[in-house]
């Protein structure tokens, strides 16, 4: 069973840094993609960025396009959203996800894996 279980969350000033962190066990990752989706207080959950496992492909929402970078760790198995110049509207609980394909996608529907969620929170 796929296990995904984020970590690096917490509060940041508006123009800080953070970097989520996400452990993934419970299965050969090599043909999966990986990903962040945000949910802020009264919105839907939205897309921020996937990666290939082979990292060949990624794929940012334009909202975070040039702050955010998502890599991975093929042999630790983590996945990383390193997030740059926050701003108070980044402020969401970010979740990991997975998908058992090699095609990096944006739509929630698509990933059937998901850690717990951990809380960002950026101060104006």
């Known amino acids: 069973q796929v296990q995904l279980v984020e970590s690096g969350g917490g509060l940041v000033q508006a123009g800080g840094s953070l970097r989520l962190s996400c452990a993934a066990s419970?299965?050969?990752?090599?043909?999966?993609?990986m990903g962040w989706f945000r949910q802020a207080p009264g919105k839907e959950r939205e897309f921020v960025a996937a990666?290939?496992?082979?990292?060949?492909?990624?794929s940012y929402a334009d909202s975070v396009k040039g702050r955010f970078i998502i890599s991975r760790d093929t042999a630790k198995n983590m996945v990383y959203l390193q997030m740059n110049s926050l701003k108070p509207e980044d402020t969401a609980v970010y979740y990991c996800?997975?998908?058992?394909?090699?095609?990096?996608?944006?739509?929630?529907?698509?990933?059937?894996?998901w850690g717990q969620g951990t809380q960002v929170t950026v101060s104006s």
């Open positions: 990666i290939s496992w082979s990292g060949g492909d990624t």
């Open positions: 996800t997975a998908r058992n394909s090699r095609v990096v996608t944006t739509q929630r529907r698509d990933y059937p894996y």
């Open positions: 419970g299965h050969t990752f090599s043909s999966y993609v």
